[in-house]
């Protein structure tokens, strides 16, 4: 029987590659490895070839805190946390939801901030769940939006977008009635797109975490410890004001 649990233990190891990296193995080698999707604006984006955004700079505040030097790679949304668990890098920070669904693949980290899907849609659409009825809504691909719109009654048609820009330009170019998209991402696009869209009612509300391969604790632990500590001293209010203009951890 052990014979066989350990040949079983091997197989995964070869399949997945290696283990995840351990803090101590993360910071004797001086570097952080962390990716994100870079298409998510104003918490991932892509400036050139250099991610930026709410979630990068915080990242890289964190790493900063940890003594390390933080190396990017960028992938579509919905590759990540596969990669996550092929130990392709260290940690995502892509604006995951911290669902049941999700907490079966990966661990979270405590909450970078707090939000909720809600829905925009140009003048005169439907502004509410209800008003959905019948409508045809655009989301990104892998969401907590696509999970969210197919629990509303009735709705006619969802469109799913590789990214969550396309699902915005798909309610722009008047292929659908509504997009559902972070709150925030929507006040954005109203502000950029002055008169042509209006925001509508929260759906859901969600807590965003940062994941980490299932059972790294001593990374997680390293993690929240950083994240705690910018928290209260007054790095994350900063940039949260930066982007926000407003705190948006979780209280
Ligand atoms: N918060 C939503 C979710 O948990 C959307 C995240 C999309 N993130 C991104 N980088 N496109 O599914």
Same mark, same amino acid.
């Given at each position: 029987?052990?014979?066989?649990? @350990?040949?079983?233990?091997? &197989?995964?190891?070869?399949?997945?590659?290696?283990?995840?990296?351990?803090?101590?193995? #993360?910071?004797?080698?001086?570097?952080?490895?962390?990716?994100?999707?870079?298409?998510? /604006?104003?918490?991932? &984006?892509?400036?050139?070839?250099?991610?930026?955004?709410?979630?990068?700079?915080?990242?890289?505040? $964190?790493?900063?805190? @940890?003594?390390?030097?933080?190396?990017?790679?960028?992938? /579509?949304?919905?590759? !990540?946390? #596969?990669? @996550?668990?092929?130990?392709?890098?260290?940690?995502?920070?892509? %604006?995951?939801? #911290?669902?049941?669904?999700?907490?079966?693949?990966?661990?979270?980290?405590? /909450?970078?901030?707090?939000?909720?899907?809600?829905?925009?849609?140009?003048?005169? *659409?439907? !502004?509410?769940?209800?008003?959905?009825?019948?409508?045809?809504?655009?989301?990104?691909?892998?969401?907590?939006? @696509?999970?969210?719109?197919?629990?509303?009654?009735?709705? +006619?048609?969802?469109?799913?977008?590789?990214?969550?820009?396309?699902?915005?330009?798909?309610?722009?170019?008047?292929?659908?009635?509504?997009?559902? *998209?972070?709150?925030?991402?929507? $006040?954005? &696009?109203?502000?950029?797109?002055?008169?042509?869209?209006?925001?509508?009612?929260?759906?859901? +509300?969600?807590? #965003?975490?940062?994941?980490?391969?299932?059972?790294?604790?001593?990374?997680?632990?390293?993690?929240?410890?950083?994240?705690?500590?910018?928290?209260?001293?007054?790095?994350?209010?900063?940039? %949260?004001?930066?982007?926000?203009?407003?705190?948006? +951890?979780?209280?």
């Amino acid at each position: 029987m052990k014979k066989v649990l @350990l040949a079983l233990t091997a &197989l995964t190891l070869l399949a997945t590659g290696a283990e995840a990296r351990t803090w101590a193995e #993360i910071k004797k080698s001086g570097t952080v490895k962390v990716a994100t999707e870079g298409a998510f /604006p104003p918490f991932n &984006l892509m400036k050139g070839k250099t991610p930026t955004g709410f979630e990068v700079e915080l990242a890289e505040a $964190l790493g900063k805190q @940890l003594g390390l030097k933080v190396q990017w790679t960028v992938l /579509p949304f919905d590759s !990540l946390l #596969i990669g @996550l668990n092929q130990d392709r890098y260290d940690f995502v920070i892509a %604006s995951h939801g #911290i669902t049941p669904e999700r907490q079966k693949a990966v661990d979270f980290s405590s /909450p970078h901030y707090c939000t909720g899907g809600a829905i925009v849609t140009r003048p005169g *659409g439907p !502004l509410t769940a209800k008003a959905l009825a019948g409508k045809s809504v655009a989301v990104q691909v892998g969401t907590t939006y @696509l999970e969210n719109v197919r629990k509303v009654p009735g709705v +006619r048609d969802v469109k799913t977008f590789p990214k969550d820009t396309d699902a915005q330009a798909a309610l722009m170019a008047g292929r659908v009635d509504a997009w559902v *998209g972070d709150k925030f991402t929507g $006040l954005d &696009l109203v502000k950029a797109q002055k008169g042509k869209v209006v925001q509508g009612e929260l759906l859901f +509300r969600e807590k #965003i975490g940062m994941a980490v391969k299932k059972g790294n604790a001593t990374l997680l632990g390293e993690l929240n410890a950083a994240l705690s500590k910018a928290q209260a001293n007054g790095t994350y209010a900063k940039l %949260s004001k930066q982007y926000f203009g407003q705190d948006v +951890r979780c209280r």
